[in-house]
């Protein structure tokens, strides 16, 4: 059965570091585009940064351009989240997930917006990211 599952998830100081990674199983990782969304209590849940199926195209919300760097290992089939300069606002369930086709970052991050994707994905778990001042 195909999953995505997060690790790296935790408590840290604001202006530290965080590697959140995302591990597929049962699927052709290249085949698929991948996403980071996170959701903070009391909020709608928003994307974070995405990546293409080769890692040709990247994309970045506002609030984290600067300090956020995305990547992928097709080999190892796992996604990474480098996250620096952490702030409070950063805390939220930081989810992976991936998406069926060779779209932009940009796409991908409109499929996934919705609550209702067109196309085959995944979603996994979450892992809490927690950023204390």
């Known amino acids: 059965q195909a999953q995505v599952v997060e690790s790296g998830g935790g408590l840290v100081l604001a202006g530290g570091s965080l590697r959140l990674s995302c591990t597929a199983a049962?699927?052709?990782?290249?085949?698929?585009?991948m996403v980071w969304f996170r959701q903070a209590p009391g909020k709608k849940r928003e994307g974070v940064s995405c990546i293409s199926w080769n890692g040709d195209s990247t994309y970045y919300a506002d609030p984290v351009q600067g300090r956020f760097t995305i990547s992928r290992d097709n080999a190892k089939k796992t996604l990474y989240l480098q996250m620096n300069s952490l702030e409070p606002e950063d805390t939220a369930i930081y989810y992976c997930?991936?998406?069926?086709?060779?779209?932009?970052?940009?796409?991908?991050?409109?499929?996934?917006?919705?609550?209702?994707?067109?196309?085959?994905?995944?979603w996994g778990q979450g892992t809490q990211v927690t950023v204390s001042s």
């Open positions: 997930g991936a998406l069926i086709g060779r779209w932009t970052a940009v796409q991908a991050l409109g499929i996934m917006s919705s609550d209702r994707p067109s196309f085959s994905h995944y």
């Open positions: 049962g699927l052709t990782f290249d085949d698929y585009a």
